[in-house]
């Protein structure tokens, strides 16, 4: 396996432990209970984002473990790369804008949303021509 390809097979893992990780958030964020004091619309419209966002990141796990070729010898592939780095990357910037860097846990989500960046931006740079 070269480097791109494991890369793009750790990025696969990444994305399944994040798409498992939020099928919890339920339980984590206690939202039985939480999102209660929301208006009906508002709690439908963050479980079904949550619910969307899980589904791309199985998609995301699924093309990394099966399209590695692809993803890095095609321009398609390649725009996915990066298009998955960007959206890793935005999710940083939007981390430190809404969390800030005060606490443990979003210095922590920081540092995992810049190995999720860099799972796809070094195959990307790597397959450029």
């Known amino acids: 396996m070269t480097i791109s390809p494991a ?20 339980r984590i964020f206690r939202w039985k209970e939480d999102l209660t004091s929301l208006t009906r619309i508002n709690r439908a419209v963050v479980q079904i984002l949550n619910l969307c966002l899980t589904f791309m990141f199985f998609v995301m796990a699924f093309i990394s473990f099966f399209h590695s070729a692809e993803l890095i010898s095609t321009p398609l592939g390649r725009t996915i790369l990066a298009s998955i780095a960007l959206f ?10 809404f969390f800030g860097m005060r606490h443990r846990i979003s210095i922590l989500f ?5 190995v999720g960046a860099s799972l796809y931006l070094i195959p990307f740079f790597w397959s450029l021509p």
């Open 7 to 26: 890369f793009l097979f750790a990025g696969g893992v990444f994305h399944l432990a994040i798409a498992i990780f939020h099928l919890f958030f339920w």
């Open 88 to 97: 890793w990357i935005l999710r940083l910037i939007l981390q430190v804008i």
């Open 110 to 114: 920081i540092i995992v949303f810049t």
